[in-house]
T-cell receptor
Framework: NAGVMQNPRHLVRRRGQEARLRCSPM?????VYWYRQLPEEGLKFMVY????????ESGMPKERFSAEFPKEGPSILRIQQVVRGDSAAYFC???????????????FGQGTRLTVV | QKEVEQDPGPLSVPEGAIVSLNCTYS??????FMWYRQYSRKGPELLMY????GNKEDGRFTAQVDKSSKYISLFIRDSQPSDSATYLC????????????FGQGTILTVHP
């Protein structure tokens, strides 16, 4: 049973370009979460998605960032017009059940390391 | 005041030592308390979680929660070089169980 798969593992973009990060959840998981880890900082929540729905995007920057989790295919985190401050590790996690009061473990992928030059 | 405070270290101990890692938090809505381990260039992996005050043991690891003081700890007994990693405390609960709030992480090195 493959774990959470993220690709690419490393991504280099020039300032102003678009970055697209992909996340395939574990088999059977329909809940996906994106986190960002800046140098010298812990993981920061960005967005929580179910299939075709954004549940909580309280951690998403208001501009340039968007996320989707279509009915078919991986979840995508899209960053438009990247700036140097977007350089970070982006982690995706998935869980089996909705977190409705009982803890359900979220499994993390290996991350995508975005470098903006 | 930050929602979660965790000393980033780094912490360096000899093999066999007892390690104590700590976090404080301010959000009373947190109901789940977790410790993750993250090796360099890897994703975090869950070590332990608990939802009540008190101690929980799993092998060489003990998680301790004191809700009244809003303080959690992770103890590692008989530490091994393979325990060298960044340890992150994490919290969930309140109105958004899907959202984990992490501490900054403590870098631990166990030297032979």
């Amino acid at each position: 049973n493959a774990g959470v798969m993220q690709n690419p593992r490393h991504l280099v973009r020039r300032r102003g370009q678009e970055a697209r990060l992909r996340c395939s959840p574990m088999k059977g998981h329909s809940h996906v979460y994106w986190y960002r880890q800046l140098p010298e900082e812990g993981l920061k929540f960005m967005v929580y998605l179910q299939k075709e729905n954004i549940i909580d995007e309280s951690g998403m920057p208001k501009e340039r960032f968007s996320a989707e989790f279509p009915k078919e295919g991986p979840s995508i985190l899209r960053i438009q017009q990247v700036v140097r401050g977007d350089s970070a590790a982006y982690f995706c996690a998935s869980s089996l059940q909705p977190p409705t009061g009982l803890y359900t473990e979220a499994f993390f992928g290996q991350g995508t390391r975005l470098t903006v030059v | 005041q930050k929602e979660v405070e965790q000393d980033p270290g780094p912490l360096s101990v000899p093999e066999g030592a007892i390690v104590s890692l700590n976090c404080t938090y301010s959000n009373s809505a947190f109901q789940y308390f977790m410790w993750y381990r993250q090796y360099s260039r890897k994703g975090p992996e869950l070590l332990m979680y608990t939802y009540s005050s008190g101690n929980k043991e799993d092998g060489r690891f003990t998680a301790q929660v004191d809700k009244s003081s809003k303080y959690i700890s992770l103890f590692i007994r008989d530490s091994q070089p393979s325990d060298s990693a960044t340890y992150l405390c994490a919290f969930a609960g309140g109105t958004s169980y899907g959202k984990l709030t992490f501490g900054q992480g403590t870098i631990l090195t166990v030297h032979p």
